[in-house]
Structure formats: structure tokens, C-alpha cells
């Protein structure tokens, strides 16, 4: 965007800065600099007290902590490395030996992290059977289709099995392909002892101490559990465990109606469960754009086996024993009174997530969590407690916060990663596609229609709101699968494209041609033109930017005048 | 496009037997569907209507609407009331239809070949509007959509029965309609009575002294007092989907006991209470149970079975029905609520296994044979070609089709010999050929396997002597046939003989049909079967 500050490493000989923004007031480099004498540089800044960076009148300044272990090693044992071998740290990782750092990643678990072991990559599995299940059990749907289909039934051992060897898969794969790329993978939790330098190792083992000229923090989440909740692992359970799917309850209550909640309750209610969504604002899938959320409430919702309670808090879960079911207690999420007690035969807690940073060692180096997230700049640069960044420390991924989805942090990392070597880069979070996979799937892109809203009102600018449904495309109609929504939010002055929202088939797959458009900032009045193969089901993407009213030079010129 | 091809396809299909109207009616769904084109309205009487609207979308295009106040829940019921899908092929039918009442009622819409019930988000006309011809009255929520729904008719909105934010099954009044301010009086009555009878305060269950969760004499409200738990009252505890099937069903959750985990209500307490046949997966289970509901204590017993069977064999593998499968298990439970005897007598086949020989070349199967020796005994006896639908009457059958077991790939069907006493031999066995390939490739339609009066299972070919066949549901008679074996037998004057005998055994619905008229059925038979000229004729 407009910081032009360049750590540029030594040994990538950096001799182009990319930061030419007309707006930067200060230039700032460190190109060409040998590591030893980069070493000398930190000692300058440090003795002299502070250097101060100003980036268009955000003060943000840069210290070089000089903490416990005092000097920063003048030579590195890395150029980079990762603490959390997730999605976020593979894919910094891979872009880092891309660009020539020797890279190490440290991993005190197993290689892949949540989302491959305990979360995207087997909840996948799951889904995909839950898909199957659905289709082969709907009759009518099957009919339509002139099919004949005996009793579907499933071995639920048998789709355990599946998400789990789709795991074990997912995480050879990512680990041979750090391995095949030369990327050190060192096992062990690791901390962080001081500028630059990094210790790891089992518990009960000598710790081994690394030096890296940049470090990045990717250890992730683990799931949030609220307090007055006991989890047993078995009756009442976080998704680690759903996702083993060791039983399958006759009835669930899934506390929270999120992306997590909401992929749950599809599963469960394909494999025969009924579900109670407990949720403590006022209306299901708060997250998602109310139109879209209104709709997938009538197709996810209503028609399944579900029932919910909204405006309550699950304030004591207590797991199924001694012969009696797992009981929930609500409160009113207003007037904190006791409203209802279930009874089921088990709980998911789908509450959300909660950073997994501590024993990171960030108070070596003076930074303070907030609510567990290591916080940072727009450029993933950690800010210490005194709200200084720390030299060649960034964070990402859910670890930070800003975007807690696996795809996030890869983006972040590899936004990092083109930093560290000389490259500025901002990513445009509200590019940033997310997606739901429900049957059918919901995804989306920036903004939601009230949020848009507000900003038009902020801003001073109009916004339309266009939409296409999957009835009128042929593809989808094929399949006999033609409920569904594309909802494109815009700026009828520019056709800047807001936000796009797609609930129907295989709408995480179609989300990307919007929020590729985003990302590059291509406008409606150009990506119209582009050609869409017949029948597809990304022609529902096609007709909605065709649909787009985007004023053009004259109207606008006689509005104005 | 669509709707012309659709249009198009009516009559074709028309012509074909009413055990299409199901897929029309499906195919006229979706129609609806894409279009967003609803309208409905229907005069008063249930019955006529019906007929009303499954004649019309046939008559003319424009009335496509008058289908979508059908719910797909309610076809299986329609179908077998329209026994004249000749007459609307008439031309003139309309005159037949015609409507005298004036009253209609509006009906919640099938907006959806999913939707199971509305709710109305408004009421766009109050009481006493006039109302024309295509003009939107209501605003109904499905579980798809909103969607305004017009008027078919004019008239006047002379009451409400369903209110804003009440929701009604897909096929239910919500409203009703006077065609002139005389009538209004008359509507509102209707209405009065409709809103009554819509919500039938479903009759407390017997109690339950057995379960386990509630000991102590029986209770007329069992909720307040359930001595044994300390925790004072015990609320009623009743699954998501449960609940979903007592709203629809106009349930009151509050009277169901529960025979589930926990005691809590389970959608099978639900589908009890409302006096529903219980959903696929608990067939076998819960016929027990309906076919003794004297026995409470049974409910609970009932329900406790699965979990009392044996566990499986170690290294045991369960394979799931298929479909085929799946309907011959149910028809086989089903059979057991008749009360049936079985009547076996020796047939002398040598005259029948001469002429078998001859024909044979001509392509003649000795099912063909049978099936027709049947069904020319059927026809002097049409008692046994009857069937006893409501355990009061006799149900005579105007056409003899023998249906005739077949084992295929694991499953059994029966395709059906349509008018088998009609048929001459050589038609018979090129239309057994056929039906056989279809069932193969499992093309048999609807009417060509479940439209048999009469069963004929044939395990002879395999040398099984003698055995004893299951009345199929719907049915008065089955007959088992046996291995046609040669035998030694005395004659009256003490001469011995060797002669080919078969032994045929049938199995009957002993409400209609008894001994007698079963021994002298297969008198005819065997006489018929003795003298074949007469097959070949």
C-alpha cells in the first residue's frame, strides 16, 4: 500500500525498492546490507534509542528489544523461520525457498495443523459423505432424476475412516513437499528466547536454540471452549473429536451456528442425528449476509431435523453420566436468566476459537497478548506492549486474529515472506474469499449488504445490490439442484464490485471468480465481458455482473452537473 | 419451453394408466416452481374437488394453477379415488366437473414439491373484500420462499381460519371464499367448523403403566406429577424433529408420552399419536405396536426391542435392503394382519405335459400355461379372484391378472398377466416374455407388477414337491405350485398306474374366501388342467 520500509535481506542482493508511492513522506531502506553488518545496524538503533519510522502519519515505531538474551546474533542459522507447521506456515514456507531463504518450520504437533488434522481437510470428508447421504436419501430428488436408489445406509467406522486417511494423506503430502523443497523441519514447541532466536525441543529433552534473520508466528487455535462447559471428549464434544466421529448421537445440541456449527449440523443430520443449534445472538449464522443466512435458514434449517434457540448462552454443559443425558442449562443472553434446561444425548461446542499462544515466549520480547492473539500491523508485524512493531517478528494466521481461516494465513505468510524480501505487500483481507460447506455451499467475499451500507454512508457513495438465482441456470437445473442465490453488492458510480455472496451448488467453487476480481480490482463494466462456457454453473456469476446497473461517463456527468 | 413441453406431455401421458398421475403431478410441481405461478382456489367439497383438479391441468393450459394447492403428501391418497382415467380423456368432461357450491376454500399451496406446510406472513385482503380473479390474498412463507398467492376466483373473502404467522399443512384451509354477500353467513359456519376441526385435541394416550419412567397408577395429565424424580416437576422433553411433526400434525406434545431415551418423545411417539404409519425406517417395529394398541405396556416393550436383540456375530457383515428388497419386507409385515388357511390338492399333469411338449416350439412356457389354466378357473370361480380392502366387504375384481412370482437379482417381483382368462395362450406367453426383460432391466411400470389379482408362485423347475406361499397384501389368493413328479396311484378299481402329479397349494384370505370355495376352485383348476384342450383355444 504506501509503507516503503524494506528489510531487504543481504544475500538476495535487493537492489529495487518497490516502495514508489508518491504519498510516502520518508524512504527508508536497508538494502545491500551485509549480515554482519545488518547485525551492527540493530546495535546502532538500539544504543541510540529509537529509530522512528513514520508511514503517513501513523506512528508506529520500530524498536529492537534488547531483552533477556541481549544481543542479537550477528550470523543466522536461518533466514526464516515458522513456528506452526498449519496451512499459514506451509505456505510461507513454500514461497520463502520460492524466493530463496533457507527456511526451517518448527512444529511441536504433527505437520498440518488444524485445519488438516483437526478441521477443514477431515470436516471435507465428512461433508462429502453427508452430500451423498443426503441426495441418495431424498426421494423425490432421486425421482426427479428418474433414479432408482435402495435404502442408503453408511458404516459409520467406514466414514471415520475416510476423513482420517484424507488427513493422513493431506499431511504427507505437506510434509514431503517441505521436505522435497529443503525446508528444515524441526519437531518440538518452540519459544521465543530474544531478538531473532528461537529455542525448541520435546519436553524431558535439551532444548536446541535457532537463530533466524526473520521469524514468523503461525501456531494457530485450538477450539474456544466457554467456561461452565465440561468437555468429556465423548458425550460433550469440541470439533477435534467430532471430526473422529466416534458416535453419531440420536440427538446434538450444537452450541453456536457459525461456519463450524452450521458444517456439523449438515453432517450429523445427513447421518441420521436431529440437532439443537443453541445461539447466543438473536438470529442463526450471524457471520453471513442476512439475505443469505435467511435463505440458508430455509433450506439448511427448517426443513431438517433442527430445532434452535436463539438469544442464549449455554452457560453449564454437563456430560452424560450416571444414567443421565447430557444436560444444557440457557441463559437469556440479555437478562442473564436461567430459560431452559435440555436434555440430549450429546453437545458439539462450536463456539469458536481461542489462539493457541502461550508459552510462545512473547514476553521475552515484551509483547502482550490481547484476549490470546498476538497482535499486529497490517503487515503482520508483531507490536509489542508499548505499541512499538518488533523487528522480524510477524504473526499470522488465526494467531493474529484478523481473519481466522486457513487460506488467511497462507495468504498472510506468503504476504510476509514477499516483505522479508524486498517486496512491500499489504493483503487486501476484504479479498479474501470465505465459504461454508453445507448442502448446498454458502461462500462469500468482502463486504455484507448492512456493512456495505454503512460505509457507503461513511464514505458518501451509493450502493446497488444485484442478484441471480440457480433456477435460471441450466446447469444447476440439471442437477436438479436449483435453489440458490448470487448476491453482488456494488458501487453503481465505478462498478466497483463490495462483496459477493453465493448460497447454492458448489458455490464455494464459484466464489473465486469474484473475489479474484476483487483482489485485482477489476470493475463490473470489464469482467461483464468476459466469457462464461455454456452450461456452467459460473454462468449464475456471469448473469449477476451482467445484471449490474453500473452508470456510465454520461450519466454521471449530467448527474453531477 | 418448458411449459410447452410440458403441456405437451400431458396428454401422452394421460393415456397411460393413473399410476402415472404421481410423476405428472411431480412434473407439474416443478413447473410451478420455475415459474413462480401460483394460484389456487377450490370449491368445497373435498372429494369432488380432487377429481376437479386433477382433471383440469389436463383440459386446458391456463389451469395449471389449480394443481398447486395439491401437497405431494396427499397424491397417494388421490390416486386411487380417480378410477375413470378413461372418462377424462372425454372430450367433454367439463360438464361432468361442474361445480355447484359456491363456497370455496382456499387452500394452502404446494409451493414447493418439498413444502410440507405454510406460513402465512399476511394476509394481504382482510375479511369481507372483494376479491377478482388474479388478485394477490395472501402472503405464504414455504420453506423455500415468500410468495403471494392470487385468487383463481371472484369473490368475497368471508373468513380467515388460518391467521398471520400460523402455519397449515400444504393442502389445508386457510381461508374461505363466498362467491356472493348471501353466502357469507354460511362461509363463516364453514369456517368456524374448519377452524375447530383443524385443531383436534388429539386424544390423551392410554397410559402407560409399564414405562418404566412413570410407575404409579395412571395419571390423566402426566406431566405435573412424576412421583419417583426428585427434582420436582418433569418437563416434557420431546426431540427437534418431534416437535416439527406434533406442529404439523396439529399434536399436542404436552399429552405423548414418550417412549424414547430419557422418556423423552420421538417423531415414532409423534407418528402414534397422530395415527400415522410410522416412518420406513421403524416398519417392522411399530406394526407391533399398531396392531396392539390395547396393550400399552407393549409401546415401551416394543420399543426397547432393538436394543434386547442379540448383539451381531462377531465378523458379521449388514448389508441394508434395497428397495425391491426393502418392499418385500414390508408387504411380508403387512401380510401378517390377514387371517389365512391353506388348501393343497394333487393335479394330474400328464394331458397338461403333452400338451406342453406341442406348444412348446411355438414358444409357449409352461407359466403361460399355468397362469391361464388359472385364470379360466378364476373366472367360473370370482370369489377367489376377489380381494377384502377394509375387512367388511368383498372386493370383486372385473379383470383376472395373474400376477407371477419372479426371483431376480436378489429381489422378487411380480409382474402382472393383465386379463389372463382373455389372452390366448400364444399372447400370454409373448407378454410373460416381455414383462420378464423388463424386469430384468427393471423397467416394469407401476401397473405391470402391482396390478395382480391373483398370485401364482411356480418353485417346480427347482423340485420342490409341496410348499406354502404368503398372501400378498391386497390379494385374496396366492397359489404355490410344486414339481409335477411321476407317481404311483390306484384307481377305483384297484389298478395301479403310474401318472405325473403336481401338488398345488393355495393360501387365501380366509375373511372372504373359506374351504369350500377354495376346494372347489381348485377343482376346476384341476380338472381344467386334466382336460388342456381347452387352454388352447
Known amino acids: ?561 | 419451453m418448458q411449459t410447452q413441453l410440458g403441456n405437451a406431455a400431458f396428454p401422452r401421458l394421460l393415456r397411460r394408466s393413473l399410476s402415472y398421475i404421481p410423476s405428472i403431478l411431480y412434473s407439474l410441481h416443478s413447473l410451478l416452481n420455475l415459474f413462480h405461478f401460483f394460484r389456487f382456489l377450490s370449491n368445497s367439497s373435498p372429494q369432488s374437488q380432487k377429481h376437479k383438479e386433477m382433471a383440469s391441468p389436463f383440459l386446458s393450459n391456463t389451469t395449471i394453477s389449480f394443481s398447486s394447492s395439491l401437497s405431494s403428501s396427499s397424491l397417494p391418497r388421490i390416486a386411487p379415488s380417480i378410477p375413470f382415467s378413461s372418462i377424462r380423456s372425454n372430450s367433454t368432461p367439463r360438464r361432468i366437473l361442474t361445480v355447484r357450491s359456491k363456497i370455496r376454500e382456499i387452500f394452502m399451496p404446494a409451493l414447493s414439491s418439498t413444502m410440507t406446510e405454510g406460513k402465512i406472513v399476511s394476509w394481504v385482503k382482510s375479511e369481507g373484500d372483494v376479491l377478482s380473479k388474479g388478485e394477490s390474498v395472501v402472503v405464504v412463507e414455504s420453506d423455500k420462499a415468500d410468495m403471494d398467492v392470487e385468487t383463481f376466483y371472484d369473490g368475497i373473502l368471508a373468513a380467515i381460519v388460518v391467521g398471520e404467522g400460523e402455519t397449515a399443512p400444504v393442502g389445508a384451509a386457510i381461508g374461505i371464499l363466498a362467491e356472493t354477500e348471501d353466502e357469507i353467513a354460511e362461509a363463516k359456519a364453514k369456517a368456524a367448523s374448519k377452524s375447530g376441526a383443524s385443531t383436534p385435541s388429539a386424544p390423551p394416550p392410554a397410559p402407560a403403566p409399564g414405562a418404566a419412567s412413570t410407575p404409579g397408577p395412571p395419571k390423566s395429565t402426566p406431566a405435573p406429577a412424576a412421583p419417583t424424580v426428585a427434582e420436582g416437576p418433569r418437563k416434557t422433553v420431546a426431540t427437534p424433529f418431534a416437535k416439527k411433526l406434533a406442529k404439523q400434525h396439529k399434536v399436542d406434545i404436552e399429552s405423548v408420552v414418550g417412549t424414547g431415551p430419557y422418556g423423552r418423545i420421538t417423531p415414532e411417539d409423534i407418528e402414534a399419536a397422530a395415527g400415522l404409519s410410522p416412518s420406513k425406517k421403524n416398519v417392522g417395529l411399530a406394526v407391533v405396536v399398531e396392531t396392539k394398541p390395547a396393550a400399552p405396556a407393549k409401546a415401551p416393550a416394543a420399543s426397547a426391542a432393538p436394543s434386547s436383540l442379540p448383539p451381531p456375530v462377531p465378523g458379521s457383515t449388514v448389508v441394508p435392503f434395497t428397495t425391491m428388497q426393502a418392499a418385500v419386507s414390508k408387504n411380508m409385515v403387512e401380510s401378517l394382519s390377514v387371517p389365512t388357511f391353506r388348501v393343497g390338492y394333487p393335479v394330474t399333469t400328464d394331458a397338461l405335459d403333452a400338451l406342453y411338449e406341442k406348444v412348446k416350439p411355438k414358444g409357449v412356457t409352461m407359466t403361460a400355461l399355468l397362469a391361464k389354466a388359472a385364470a379360466m378357473a378364476l373366472a367360473q370361480h370370482p370369489l377367489v379372484n376377489s380381494s377384502c380392502k377394509d375387512g367388511k366387504s368383498f372386493t370383486y375384481n372385473s379383470n383376472i391378472n395373474i400376477a407371477v412370482a419372479v426371483a431376480i437379482n436378489g429381489g422378487l417381483i411380480t409382474p402382472v398377466l393383465q386379463d389372463a382368462d382373455k389372452l390366448d395362450l400364444y399372447l400370454l406367453s409373448q407378454k410373460w416374455k416381455e414383462l420378464v426383460e423388463k424386469a430384468r432391466a427393471k423397467q416394469l411400470q407401476p401397473q405391470e407388477y402391482n396390478s395382480g389379482t391373483f398370485t401364482l408362485s411356480n418353485l417346480g423347475m427347482f423340485g420342490v414337491d409341496r410348499f406354502d406361499a404368503i398372501l400378498p397384501p391386497g390379494q385374496g389368493a396366492i397359489m404355490a405350485v410344486g414339481a409335477s413328479k411321476p407317481t404311483v396311484v390306484a384307481d377305483a378299481d384297484g389298478f395301479f398306474s403310474v401318472k405325473n402329479k403336481m401338488l398345488v397349494n393355495v393360501t387365501a384370505d380366509h375373511r372372504i374366501i373359506y374351504g369350500a370355495d377354495l376346494a372347489a376352485f381348485l377343482q376346476t383348476f384341476s380338472k381344467i388342467v386334466e382336460n388342456p384342450e381347452s387352454l388352447t383355444l
Request: aromatic share 6%.
Open chain 1, 1 to 561: 500500500m504506501h509503507s516503503t520500509l524494506s528489510f531487504s535481506q543481504a544475500t538476495t542482493v535487493p537492489t529495487t525498492n518497490y516502495a514508489f508511492h508518491s504519498q510516502s513522506p520518508i524512504n527508508l531502506r536497508f538494502c545491500g546490507l551485509r549480515r554482519e553488518a545488518f547485525g551492527i545496524s540493530i546495535l546502532t538503533r538500539s544504543s541510540s534509542g529509537r529509530v522512528r519510522l513514520s508511514t503517513r502519519g501513523r506512528s508506529k515505531r520500530t524498536s529492537a528489544s534488547t531483552g533477556n538474551n541481549g544481543t542479537p546474533p550477528k550470523s543466522f542459522d536461518y533466514d526464516l523461520i515458522i513456528i506452526g507447521a498449519g496451512v499459514g506456515g506451509h505456505g510461507a514456507a513454500l514461497h520463502a525457498v520460492e524466493k530463496g531463504l533457507k527456511t526451517a518450520i518448527i512444529e511441536g504437533d504433527v505437520v498440518g495443523g488444524t485445519c488438516v488434522n483437526r478441521g477443514c481437510v477431515p470436516s471435507k470428508a465428512l461433508l462429502a459423505v453427508s452430500g451423498r447421504m443426503r441426495e441418495l436419501q431424498s426421494e423425490h430428488h432421486m425421482k426427479a432424476l428418474g433414479l432408482q436408489v435402495s435404502a442408503a445406509g453408511y458404516d459409520r467406522q467406514g466414514v471415520a475412516d475416510h476423513a482420517n486417511n484424507l488427513a493422513s494423506k493431506i499431511r504427507s503430502n505437506l510434509t514431503n513437499s517441505m521436505k522435497a523443497l529443503g525446508v528444515d523441519i524441526l519437531t518440538g514447541f518452540g519459544t521465543i528466547v530474544g531478538p531473532q532466536k528461537v529455542k525448541y525441543g520435546k519436553v524431558g529433552f535439551t532444548d536446541n536454540v535457532v537463530t533466524a534473520k526473520d521469524i514468523i508466528i503461525a501456531t494457530g487455535s485450538v477450539p474456544f471452549v466457554p467456561k461452565g462447559i465440561e468437555v468429556d471428549g465423548k458425550t460433550v464434544i469440541t470439533s477435534d473429536h467430532a471430526l473422529k466421529l466416534e458416535f453419531v448421537p440420536d440427538w446434538i445440541a450444537i452450541v453456536g451456528s457459525g461456519y463450524i456449527g452450521l458444517e456439523f449440523s449438515d453432517v450429523y443430520t445427513a447421518l441420521g442425528s436431529e440437532v439443537t443449534f443453541i445461539e447466543a445472538l438473536d438470529q442463526l449464522m450471524p457471520g453471513f449476509d442476512p439475505e443469505i443466512s435467511k435463505l440458508a435458514q430455509r433450506v439448511l434449517i427448517n426443513p431438517r431435523k433442527i430445532d434452535y434457540h436463539t438469544g442464549v448462552f449455554a452457560t453449564k454443559i454437563t456430560p452424560a453420566r450416571d444414567g443421565k443425558p447430557v444436560i444444557v442449562e440457557l441463559t437469556d443472553a440479555k437478562t442473564k436468566e436461567h430459560k431452559d434446561t435440555l436434555e440430549v444425548d450429546a453437545a458439539l461446542i462450536a463456539t469458536g476459537r481461542a489462539p493457541f499462544t502461550y508459552g510462545l515466549g512473547l514476553e521475552n520480547i515484551n509483547v502482550v497478548t490481547q484476549r490470546g492473539f498476538v497482535p499486529v500491523d497490517e503487515r503482520m508485524r508483531v507490536i509489542d506492549a508499548n505499541g512499538n512493531l518488533v523487528p522480524h517478528l510477524y504473526c499470522i494466521g488465526d494467531a493474529n486474529g484478523k481473519m481466522m481461516l486457513a487460506h488467511a494465513a497462507s495468504a498472510q505468510g506468503i504476504s510476509v515472506v514477499e516483505q522479508v524480501t524486498g517486496r512491500d505487500h499489504v493483503l487486501n483481507h476484504l479479498s479474501v474469499p470465505a465459504a461454508c460447506f453445507t448442502h448446498p455451499e454458502i461462500s462469500m467475499v468482502g463486504l455484507t449488504e448492512p456493512q456495505a451500507r454503512e460505509k457507503a454512508e461513511k464514505e458518501g457513495f451509493e450502493i446497488s445490490v444485484a442478484k441471480t438465482s440457480f433456477k435460471a441456470n441450466t446447469k444447476a437445473l440439471a442437477e436438479n439442484e436449483g435453489e440458490g442465490l448470487a448476491k453482488l453488492i456494488y458501487r453503481p458510480d465505478n462498478g466497483e464490485i463490495l462483496g459477493v455472496h453465493i448460497f447454492g451448488l458448489h458455490a464455494a467453487d464459484l466464489i473465486h471468480e469474484a473475489s479474484n476480481a476483487v483482489a485485482l480490482g477489476t470493475r463490473i463494466q470489464d469482467i461483464r465481458f468476459a466469457v462464461h462456457a455454456h452450461p456452467t454453473l459460473s454462468e449464475v456469476l456471469d448473469e449477476l455482473f451482467k445484471s449490474a446497473k453500473v452508470l456510465d461517463m454520461k450519466t454521471l456527468r449530467k448527474m453531477k452537473s
